[in-house]
């Protein structure tokens, strides 16, 4: 009779314990999703604020690449309108303008006086890393989620999610995907 | 990377251990021999082994870069390093990104350090910034980043003053046992029953274990050390997702001759290759603190993808081993992570080798405050910080210029 | 660092991605340890012209490396009318005075002859 008691109240226990670790455990996986936002979301803000200087700088040496430099200043502000849309909407508005931001240096390789300038290339050094800071952040972001969506739809862990309403969050993922993407070489 | 590095840390655990227990072993010879008391030589032992933590623990984080004549350089001054160490931070999801430092030394070399990811430092040669695109690059710091997220910094730390008590201990303690050690047991033996050729046997064994014991615990240091710079590799290919970049800065670095000034024996482990490398080193053996270049390039190419899973089969692949790098808990904690292009097209049309070197040469002398005065005929006048020169003629075409 | 022999901060010149540093005062010039061989290097051609040989029996002033500041030997360097340069014996350092770099360019009045020395005529108006 008291062994009995004594088991139930172990088992509870374990459940309990057991219980709380997955719970934490999804806290953990969702807060550094939640991060990997964040830093994807400065990053865009950086970018939104490189670009007109860039436009400016650019067109002090190429005055006839009007279309280049209404493309870029136009995907740039549609992307800032959509600071709060969800990671798949967002994904697609910013790689349009770094396709843009694309153009605008490759038409920026026409003019050797332009290539030459300090200033563009303080700025060009910028802009480089903040696409690179973009894409890392992205594939940390995605790296989480998917750890996050792992714990939600795996036995056990999906029992908890579901009783504690974790749900599985959504890939950051860029039109151009397909284009970044190298063969993938076997040896 | 939770589990990432929980399973580093069982790996490696057991190596610390082992060599604690060498420590341990080293103090009881002691003991014996010295004091009578095996118990009074395991304090002596740790007592040693507390007091050079201490001495760590106060030089602090800091006495690498000290050693190494690094200075703290900021975004304003090397924008592409900078630039690099958090694109790389973001990349490894460290809490903080670390502090950055140069080292004025053509020979192309980086180390990590900091006992806490929160209070990690990097620092990088000028040569490195001078041999390297920005691929390689990235790819240098991308593996300084992964030590000092598998804490390896803080591993290397706590394994080195271990390694550092044992030299020190055996070293005295053979030292007293060859010159009076005979003498001691002697009169200890007089005094008992044992015969003088029992005595003789454990005073020989003694002696053994006091030279074994420092080359056990180089050994296993060295050990860990290969292990780990696999690990960071691995790490490196991930974050960047282009192992390319990281085998391509890897060869150029074995390809200069010449060695770090500033590096030490105590700092070897620190870089990213052993700066006591000699030219055409190319063998690994058992008391190297890097694993050779070679083997390191060549894991990296054969890489299918850049996830774990990848480095770790091209690990087994190229080692023609069974046992893998990747601590297993770790393989599974990214998806698929294809290799991304080269970065050329976006890279700034200025790096060119020459480019860099100068690039580097007039930043550093901006870190060092000398003023730069650009002569109209193509020389450059570098004048020291706090000169009673109020102006300098250009030896070249005799214009004189103000300070 | 200070000029050995009046004492003003050196300054660096560079030219052609070849730093020296330079005395503006009495135009001397410093070579570090392996500065000569690269200026050698980077001319494609080899330091030999301006390697110091013996040591020179002189009255002239000692003077101390302004790199280690301790007092410098006296050796020969030059071939057909030598100078008398200072050679730190600590870090390998060169002192040349503007007269000495002077001579020692002039012994080298073809063109294309070495050149380091087309360098140095070039840069320091020697």
């Known amino acids: ?117 300090q200033n563009f290339l303080a700025l060009q050094e910028e802009l480089t890393s903040t696409e690179n800071k973009i894409s890392f952040a992205r594939q940390y972001y995605n790296d989480a989620v998917l750890r996050l969506n792992n714990r939600t739809q795996e036995f056990p862990s999906n029992i908890v999610a579901s009783m504690t309403g974790f749900k599985a969050a959504e890939y950051f993922e860029t039109t151009l995907e397909a284009e970044r993407q190298a063969p993938r070489v076997s040896f | 990377m939770w589990e990432q590095i929980r399973a580093n840390q069982i790996r490696s655990a057991f190596v610390m251990i082992f060599m604690g227990l060498l420590l341990i072993a080293v103090g009881f010879v002691i003991g014996l021999y010295f004091l009578g008391t095996a118990a009074g030589g395991i304090v002596i032992a740790l007592i040693v082994w507390g007091i050079l933590n201490l001495v760590a623990l106060f030089q602090g984080d800091n006495i690498l870069l000290s050693l190494g004549k690094a200075r703290k350089v900021n975004k304003e001054e090397f924008p592409r390093l900078y630039n690099i160490v958090e694109e790389m931070t973001i990349a490894s999801g460290l809490p903080r990104m670390p502090d950055v ?35 390689e690059l990235q790819g240098v710091v991308a593996h300084e980043l992964g030590h000092i997220k598998n804490r390896d910094t803080l591993l290397m730390a706590i394994g080195g003053i271990l390694l550092g008590t044992i030299v020190l201990l055996s070293y005295f303690a053979s030292r007293m046992l060859f010159f009076g050690g005979a003498s001691r047991g002697g009169r200890r033996s007089g005094g008992g029953s044992g015969g003088g050729g029992a005595q003789l046997i454990i005073i020989i064994i003694g002696i053994v274990l006091m030279i074994l014991a ?90 299918g993808g ?71 005929c193509g020389a450059k006048l570098r004048v020291p910080p706090g000169t009673s020169l109020s102006q300098v003629k250009c030896p070249r075409c005799g214009t004189t210029h103000p300070v | 660092m200070q000029c050995p022999r009046c004492h003003t901060d050196l300054i660096v010149v560079e030219y052609h991605d070849i730093e020296l540093d330079y005395c503006p005062a009495c135009e001397g010039l410093w070579f570090d340890h392996g500065e000569m061989e690269l200026v050698a290097s980077k001319m494609g051609s080899s330091a030999d012209a301006v390697a110091p040989q013996q040591s020179a029996d002189t009255n002239e002033k000692k003077l101390k490396c302004p790199e280690c500041h301790k007092v410098m030997d006296k050796r020969l360097l030059g071939a057909t009318d030598p100078v008398v340069a200072d050679v730190c014996r600590l870090c390998g350092g060169l002192w040349l005075d503007h007269g000495e770099l002077e001579q020692i360019v002039r012994q080298h009045q073809e063109p294309g002859d070495s050149p380091v020395i087309e360098y140095l005529r070039d840069t320091f108006r020697a």
């Open chain 1, 1 to 117: 009779m008291d062994l009995w008691i004594w088991i139930v109240i172990g088992v509870v226990v374990i459940l309990a314990i057991s219980f709380i670790s997955t719970y934490n455990g999804l806290v953990r996986a969702r807060n550094q999703v939640k991060n990997a936002w964040a830093q994807i979301d400065v990053q865009l803000k950086r970018r939104y604020d490189l670009v007109p200087n860039l436009v400016e700088t650019v067109k002090g040496y190429a005055r006839h690449e009007r279309e280049t430099f209404e493309m870029v200043t136009k995907a740039r502000n549609l992307a800032q309108q959509l600071t709060s849309a969800g990671a798949g909407e967002r994904g697609r508005v910013e790689s349009e303008l770094s396709s843009a931001l694309g153009r605008l240096l490759a038409v920026a390789e026409n003019y050797p006086e332009l290539k030459a300038n």
């Open chain 2, 101 to 135: 430092y140069i080292i004025d030394d053509p020979a192309p070399n980086a180390f990590a350090t900091g006992r806490k990811p929160e209070k990690a430092a990097i620092a990088v040669t000028s040569g490195l910034l001078q041999k390297l695109n920005r691929d």
């Open chain 2, 214 to 303: 420092p080359i056990a615990a180089r050994l296993l240091y060295f050990a860990l050390s290969r292990k780990r710079e696999y690990l960071a590799d691995a790490s490196a290919a991930l974050y960047t997702r282009y192992p390319e970049g990281l085998a391509s800065a890897l060869e150029k670095i074995a390809g200069t001759p010449t060695q770090l000034q500033a590096a030490n024996n105590a700092t070897a482990p620190m870089y990213i290759v052993n700066p006591f490398r000699k030219a055409g080193q190319a063998a690994s053996n058992l008391s190297s603190t890097h694993p050779p270049i070679s083997d390191r390039v060549r894991v990296l190419r054969s890489m």
């Open chain 2, 306 to 376: 850049a996830s774990f899973a990848d480095y770790d089969a091209a690990y087994r692949n190229v080692r023609g081993s069974r046992g893998g790098v990747v601590p297993r808990g770790a393989l599974g904690l990214t998806g698929d992570a294809p290799v991304r292009p080269p970065s050329t097209e976006t890279e700034p049309v200025t790096q060119t080798e020459a480019a860099r070197a100068r690039e580097v040469s007039d930043a550093l002398w901006k870190t060092n405050k000398y003023q730069t005065v650009e002569c109209e």
